[in-house]
């Protein structure tokens, strides 16, 4: 299952919304998982189950979808916002296939 | 609480050979899969390999395949990924990582810190 993310780098500002699209090359239900990642740190769990919050983390981001096609929304960035995000698919939970990543830089 | 923490990454020359491993704590470690995921420099993630919680199960990205083995010690609780006949493009950070907070999605919601594997002459 191949896992594609678009765009592959945004500029925004402080306060925008933002959002980020994966698709999945064939259907895997609602099996798309968000991370957060920032240089020399580990992934950060967001979304789980497409639309599932992780705990902790804060309600401005949500996720949406299912079969094909996801989005990842921020509703109103903060400076510890930037960073790169990856969807990642657990459809084939053997694979695990994450996106190519979007890098979020401030505008 | 909660932990995984990786060890055994270094230095080492294309062809060669190296052992990580992934210590966990704070939770029944045998009743969970793990996932060895990487990151090479500039690059995005990949999951490299993947381990049923008995260990009766492996997966292995195309990349690695043939050259990496994946085990665990349940008693030791603990988690290997072997590599051999390292390429230079084998170099990044190799996280270990597993689901526990999200039963059934598969989502990695515990990870350790990385250890850097740099194969290099």
């Known amino acids: 299952i191949q896992m594609t993310q678009s765009p592959s780098s945004l500029s925004a500002s402080v306060g925008d919304k933002v959002t980020i699209t994966c698709r999945a090359s064939q259907t895997i239900s609602s099996y798309l998982n968000w991370y957060q990642k920032k240089p020399g740190k580990a992934p950060n769990l967001l979304i789980y189950g497409a639309s599932s919050l992780q705990s902790g983390v804060p309600s401005r981001f949500s996720g949406s979808g299912s079969g094909t096609d996801f989005t990842l929304t921020i509703s109103s960035l903060q400076p510890e916002d930037f960073a790169t995000y990856y969807c990642q698919q657990t459809y084939s939970a053997l694979e695990g296939t994450f996106g190519q990543g979007t890098k979020l830089e401030i505008k | 609480q909660v932990q995984l923490v990786e060890s055994g990454g270094g230095l080492v020359k294309p062809g060669g050979s190296l052992r990580l491993s992934c210590a966990a704590s704070?939770?029944?470690?045998?009743?969970?899969?793990m996932s060895w995921i990487r990151q090479a420099p500039g690059k995005g993630l990949e999951c490299v390999s993947y381990?049923?919680?008995?260990?009766?199960?492996?997966h292995y990205a195309d990349s690695v395949k043939g050259r990496f083995t994946v085990s665990r010690d349940n008693a030791k609780n603990s988690l290997y990924l072997q590599m051999n006949s390292l390429r230079v493009e084998d170099t990044a950070v190799y996280y270990c990582?597993?689901?526990?907070?999200?039963?059934?999605?598969?989502?990695?919601?515990?990870w350790g810190q990385g250890t850097t594997v740099t194969v290099s002459s």
């Open positions: 990582a597993t689901t526990i907070g999200a039963p059934g999605t598969g989502a990695l919601d515990v």
């Open positions: 381990i049923t919680s008995s260990g009766s199960t492996t």
């Open positions: 704070g939770f029944s470690f045998s009743d969970y899969s």
